[in-house]
Nanobody, 123 residues
Framework: QVQLVESGGGLVQAGGSLRLSCAAS????????MGWFRQAPGKEREFVAT????????SYADSVKGRCTISRDNAKNTVYLQMNSLKPDDTAVYYC????????????????WGQGTQVTVSS
């Protein structure tokens, strides 16, 4: 089993920045990639970004490309999502996920999920 704990969410004004963190523990040797997803009220969970465990491969949703950067710290078993130029449309619960396979933008491809962290962007 893999446990994922997100942190770093909060309330920020439009144009501001936040950095989300996701700490992984447990059977992390089984993880090959991690991702960030988000879910706004009344909407389906959507892909934000993904990164391979080595950090060599990344992919972003078009909606956040150029504003968000996903990265990882191997020593801390932690993945980050730096979000800049935030917009009210970015308001959602952000979830960290891990999978045994290669990077993917599909939520149902992920094996483990965190509890989520709320990000609220005010206009």
């Amino acid at each position: 089993q893999v446990q994922l704990v997100e942190s770093g969410g909060g309330l920020v004004q439009a144009g501001g920045s936040l950095r989300l963190s996701c700490a992984a523990s447990g059977s992390i040797f089984s993880i090959n990639s991690m991702g960030w997803f988000r879910q706004a009220p009344g909407k389906e969970r959507e892909f934000v970004a993904t990164i391979s465990w080595s950090g060599s491969r990344t992919s972003y949703a078009d909606s956040v490309k150029g504003r968000c950067t996903i990265s990882r710290d191997n020593a801390k078993n932690t993945v980050y999502l730096q979000m800049n130029s935030l917009k009210p449309d970015d308001t959602a619960v952000y979830y960290c996920a891990a999978r045994r396979g290669i990077v993917s933008g599909l939520a149902n491809a992920y094996d483990y999920w965190g509890q989520g962290t709320q990000v609220t962007v005010s206009s």
